[in-house]
Nanobody
Framework: QVQLVESGGGLVQAGGSLRRSCAVS????????QGWFRQAPGRVREFVAAMAWSSGYTADADSVKGRCTISRDNAKNTVYLQMNSLKPEDTAVYYCAGGYGSSRYTPSKGQDEYPYWGQGTQVTVSS
């Protein structure tokens, strides 16, 4: 059973940066994928970024492209989401999620491919 514990988040001014962490335990499959999603008030939850853990292949959403980096620390079993040049529209509850891709090179983008979810943390970007 995969367990995810998130940290980071909070309040930041527009133009600022933020790093979120997600500690992963119970990960065993070579196709394991670590993803980040977010849900703004009144909107559906959307994909932000993902990494296929064993290969390091990554993917990110157009809305954060060029402003977002997903990385991992294998020794700490932790994945990080670094977001720069934050905008008020980045305000949302951010979730890390664990799932399985079709191969070790596939950073899945669909929520249905992620059966494991962290508790979610609010990120607020003030203008």
């Amino acid at each position: 059973q995969v367990q995810l514990v998130e940290s980071g988040g909070g309040l930041v001014q527009a133009g600022g940066s933020l790093r979120r962490s997600c500690a992963v335990s119970g990960r065993t499959c070579s196709n394991y994928v670590q993803g980040w999603f977010r849900q703004a008030p009144g909107r559906v939850r959307e994909f932000v970024a993902a990494m296929a853990w064993s290969s390091g292949y990554t993917a990110d959403a157009d809305s954060v492209k060029g402003r977002c980096t997903i990385s991992r620390d294998n020794a700490k079993n932790t994945v990080y989401l670094q977001m720069n040049s934050l905008k008020p529209e980045d305000t949302a509850v951010y979730y890390c999620a664990g799932g399985y891709g079709s191969s070790r090179y596939t950073p899945s983008k669909g929520q249905d491919e992620y059966p494991y979810w962290g508790q979610g943390t609010q990120v607020t970007v003030s203008s």
